[in-house]
């Protein structure tokens, strides 16, 4: 196991939502499993006016996001934990003087013993983080003459390719890059780093791996909830920025990608950057046309509930050409998978939650057992990101009696069956690696801006383009008909049910 050095944690903006919901109880875990360093510091920075006790009181004694984690807990363990954390009032501006933050810094590294080790947690809108990085810089507190110190930013990461050079630009002015980790809360998940080990680990799949084998690939990224309260936020977002270019592209990046050298971060990151500047970038109109498809949904009723449309919901314009689903078919410009078709979709209000990976292999060039219907039983490696999270393998086996009728057979497995393993939480993962200066699971300068460089054209597209249709779906369905469409040959998405071995025959009955 890495150390994990004494330190200190700044957290901006720790009197919002994503502090006490997300960050707090991955800090929890740590705590309550052991990987906290002797000497850890959690200093809350924001604009509200709380004392120490206040803060500790919000994120941690009376939150609602640890109430099932502490309610059995011997009190002195969740006091010792809840006195970790301190608490600055930045005032009304984040653009302010940094002084005052520098001397609290100072007297609990000094009190506390965290050997000038920082790390500093932009949980604020991304307006604000070339700002704060200017701020800290100012004041003395981005130097590592002692200790070190990283500065961990949130998506999104910039709104176009223009956008994102620039933020990184303005970060690089006052942070190296070495110091700067982009989270994606995503490449937290085991599943997803899995994929490497799937890949990479066995010699039954990676030799199989490229174009000779694999007929498509098929990413589904689907939620069952609409934009909630997040309605003004989402209609200046979309689909293709909130999910495609950072999480989806991720995992595109750790499926394309060739062999690093080893396991180090930047080996592997170098390879990931690769990967996405190998994507072949659309930029006729008619292959935009003829290869993405986007669209809202509509009005519903799911469960005998009636589910507002997109358009009506709080926040959104009423003529928004904002989209809730996008589904995007490309090419990898390269050996190992030229010509190997990839179909990426994601979207809101579809019947179920679930992340998942599907590799469809080709069939056997020569075909014994002919039989109608054999592009729907084609073998498949299915590798399920959320939930029930795990992989399955489809493949051919004889139905009993007569004659050599196929049938397709699963063998699965679960991370839910290693009883003796707690698989750590995303944001525990990421929080831990950053601790340790393990970079692997955080985006690079040039990974960001590879990922714009393949979604601007299309968001372009969709903006200017002639021709360009905004198609409706109902809530709680799987998408607009013709997305099945953009699948070549067989026409149709894999849609898979809440379990992993559910049947793509999968519907919400009401």
Known sequence: MKNTENQMLVIFGASGDLTARKLVPALYNLYESGHLPKNFVVLGASRSDLSDEDFRKKVVLESKYLTDKIKDKNRDGIQKFAEMFFYEDLGKDYDVDYTPLRKRVGDL?????????????????????????????DAGLSTQNNGWKRLIVEKPFGYSLETAKALNKGLQQHFSESQIYRIDHYLGKETVQNLLVTRFANSIFEPLWNRNYIDHIEITNAESVGVEKRGGYYDKSGALRDMFQNHLLQIVSLIVMEPPIGDG????????????????????????HDHTIRAQYMASEINGEKVKGYREEEGVDPESTTETYAAIKFFVDNWRWKDVPFYVRTAKRM???????????????????????????DNKLIIRIQPDEGILIKFGVKVPGQGFKVERANLDFYYSSLV???????????????????????????????????????????QKGKDVRMYGYPSGTWGPTNADDLIEGIGFWRNPGENLTDDENYCVLC
């Not at 506390?112 to 200017?134: D, Q, R, V």
């Not at 939650?353 to 054999?374: L, M």
């Open 109 to 137: 590294n000094d009190e506390k013993g965290t050997e000038g080790n920082i790390m500093y947690y932009l949980s604020t809108p991304p307006t604000l983080y070339e700002t704060i990085a200017k701020n800290l810089a």
């Open 265 to 288: 971060a930047e080996e592997i990151r170098n390879e990931k950057v690769k990967a996405l500047k190998s994507l072949r970038v659309m930029k006729d109109e008619k292959t935009l």
């Open 351 to 377: 019947p179920t939650k679930v992340t998942e990976v599907v590799i469809h292999f080709k069939t056997p060039h020569h075909q014994i057992f002919k039989e109608s219907g054999i592009h729907s039983k």
């Open 420 to 462: 003796e393993t707690r698989v750590m939480e995303a944001y525990e993962r990421l929080l831990l690696d950053a601790m340790q200066g393990d970079a692997t699971l955080y985006a690079r300068a040039d990974e960001v801006e590879a990922a714009w460089e393949f979604v601007d054209p299309i968001l372009d597209y969709w």
